[in-house]
């Protein structure tokens, strides 16, 4: 009893202290209206979610997180199953942009999980242009991101996993390029009522960061100083329960709050129904948000001799 009290103390001191660093620090340094925020940050690729079930959920996903796409969604999930898992993703973007994801986890005992995963967000190369060339000077130049990160989860009690990831991220463009290291922290407390549990976490937080390098303009003159933007940080706080749960039929319902430092929160609405635990139907709704406000899934898992594959 006395590991359990704890536990719980741990993790509202954890809320009470991502609490003020996002909503009483972030009120001071930036306006109340939400919509005010927009285009403040850098670092956008971090904000692409990952994994098809997620996505089909209406990324309301941090209190169900049981599966390797944790490492992006909440590092205190990696303990909420016990295999090892391998996770890949690819994503075809418009104007030929691709985003990748790849990730492992590995357990280390029941308790303990650690990962890695790496992110990119790519496209090919692209002419230069100027006004007297619209068509191209014959050079070019490249755009990419990329972000490698490295997480640890512990169970601390069969109610309470706390886990983090430390990354590190580039964003290049041509001959500029800005760097930094940012943290994930996350929460997974199961309530003891039925099968509900509650999380909350707080994704790429670090230091603001500037472009390095060096720009030449048209007229000659040489650029080496530019302003500096902070990271995404994102604030989360989800809660899921299974109103449906048996041999042959399984709901998740999730319901999530959203906080970026760089635009309105947002409240995500996710349902996940599974059939004799292979066949899946996912749907989402996101409310306060301009696009992507529905989404919708469908998911197929294939049992093998060495591995159970999800798509």
């Not at 030929?96 to 992110?119: N, P, Q, R, W």
């Not at 309470?160 to 997974?188: H, I, N, P, Q, W």
């Not at 670090?206 to 060096?214: H, I, W």
């Not at 809660?239 to 319902?253: D, G, M, Q, R």
Request: aromatic fraction near 16%; charge should be negative; charged fraction near 15%.
């Amino acid at each position: 009893m006395k590991i359990k009290m704890t536990a719980k103390k741990f993790f509202w001191l954890l809320i009470i202290i991502f609490s003020f660093q996002v909503f009483e620090v972030k009120a001071q340094l930036l306006p109340v209206l939400g919509g005010q925020r927009a285009g403040i940050s850098t670092m956008q690729f971090l904000k692409i979610g990952v994994g098809g079930r997620a996505i089909g959920m209406g990324e309301s996903f941090i209190a169900v997180a049981n599966d390797a796409t944790a490492l992006y969604w909440n590092p205190a999930g990696l303990v909420q199953f016990y295999d090892h898992q391998v996770v890949f993703s690819h994503t075809e973007w418009v104007a030929d942009i691709k985003h990748e994801f790849a990730g492992y986890v590995h357990h280390l005992s029941d308790v303990d999980a650690v990962g890695i995963s790496f992110t990119s967000l790519h496209m090919d190369d692209m002419k230069v242009t100027t006004e007297l060339m619209p068509f191209g000077t014959g050079e070019y130049f490249s755009f990419g991101d990329i972000a490698v990160g490295l997480s640890y989860a512990h169970k601390f009690t069969e109610q309470f996993s706390f886990g983090f990831t430390v990354k590190y991220a580039r964003e290049t463009l041509d001959k500029l390029y800005m760097d930094g290291f940012l943290v994930d922290l996350g929460t997974y407390y199961w309530t003891g009522l039925g099968t509900s549990r509650f999380s909350v976490s707080v994704t790429n937080f670090g230091g603001n960061m500037a472009p390095k390098g060096e720009v030449t303009l048209l007229n000659g003159k040489k650029i080496t100083e530019f302003q500096s933007f902070s990271p995404p940080t994102l604030f989360r706080i989800g809660f899921a329960v299974e109103p449906i749960y048996n041999e042959s039929h399984k709901l998740t319902t999730s319901i999530q709050i959203n906080h970026p430092n760089d635009n309105s929160e947002n409240l995500a609405l996710g349902l996940e129904y599974s059939w004799q635990n292979l066949f899946f139907l996912r749907g989402g709704y996101k409310l306060n948000v301009d696009e992507q406000r529905f989404a919708f899934g469908a998911g197929v898992k294939a049992p093998i001799s060495f591995a159970n594959l999800s798509f």
